[in-house]
Each structure stands twice: as structure tokens, then as C-alpha cells.
Nanobody, 132 residues
Framework: QVQAVESGGGLVQTGGSLTLSCAVS????????MGWFRQVPGKEREGVSC????????DYADSVKGRFTVSKDNTATTVYLQMNSLKPEDTAMYYC?????????????????????????WGQGTQVTVSS
């Protein structure tokens, strides 16, 4: 069962910006952190960013730190991914999914889990293509 629907992808030039949206079912939005993932054909899906259930904590993959910003709108139960300074290597299908909320791995605290989705099927995703 799909819990989230992605939109906002498109074709953009290197250095450009896009904002992705993820419409989340209210139950999932209230009870889970949310993550953004991306996948290129022939490669494994990778975590890009996540935001905690409260919205007070975020995490990013090293490859997008300083360029991408994740946020959420509690009223609209929507999660956003603002992507700036886009590079050709950002080209991928982007997905959002529920992820584990704040937790410890060893001595380190993470506000959400970028590594994997918690449950449910993947949505259809939204394609981002960055031209050089």
C-alpha cells in the first residue's frame, strides 16, 4: 500500500533548482519520520534526506549537504525537498517514504533513518533530470 505520492520533478540545467513534494497520508505523516530516496537505473536506491516526525531534526547524505533542504507542512501533510545547485549526478527518480524516527546507533543520535524505508510499497516517484 502506497503511503505517499511524489511530484515536482522535471528537467533543469546544471545549477538550477527544483522543489519536490510528497503528499503523505495523515496517519503516516503523524506517526513517522519521512525520507527522500533516489535511484538511477542499474544502481541501488540511496537515501538523500529525512526529517523527523516532529520536524525538529533532519539528516542529509553527504552528496547533497548544503544544497538540499527538507521540510514539512503539518497542515497539508506534505514533505518537501528543496534542491539547489543541482548537478548532473543528481539525475534520478526520487521517492519518499516513511522512515524510522529518532534513534541511537552506538553513541550517535540520528533524528531519522536515511538508510531504508520503514514499511509500505514505493510510490511511482518523480523524475529529476539535470542537464549539463
Amino acid at each position: 500500500q502506497v503511503q505517499a505520492v511524489e511530484s515536482g520533478g522535471g528537467l533543469v540545467q546544471t545549477g538550477g533548482s527544483l522543489t519536490l513534494s510528497c503528499a503523505v497520508s495523515p496517519l503516516t505523516f503523524r506517526n513517522y519520520a519521512m525520507g527522500w530516496f533516489r535511484q538511477v537505473p542499474g544502481k541501488e536506491r540511496e537515501g538523500v534526506s529525512c526529517i523527523s516526525r516532529s520536524g525538529g531534526g533532519t539528516d542529509y547524505a553527504d552528496s547533497v549537504k548544503g544544497r538540499f533542504t527538507v521540510s514539512k507542512d503539518n497542515t497539508a501533510t506534505t514533505v518537501y525537498l528543496q534542491m539547489n545547485s543541482l548537478k548532473p549526478e543528481d539525475t534520478a527518480m526520487y521517492y519518499c517514504a516513511a522512515v524510522e524516527d529518532g534513534h541511537y546507533r552506538g553513541i550517535y543520535y540520528y533524528p531519522c533513518d536515511l538508510r531504508k524505508k520503514s514499511f509500505g510499497d514505493w510510490g511511482q516517484g518523480t523524475q529529476v533530470t539535470v542537464s549539463s
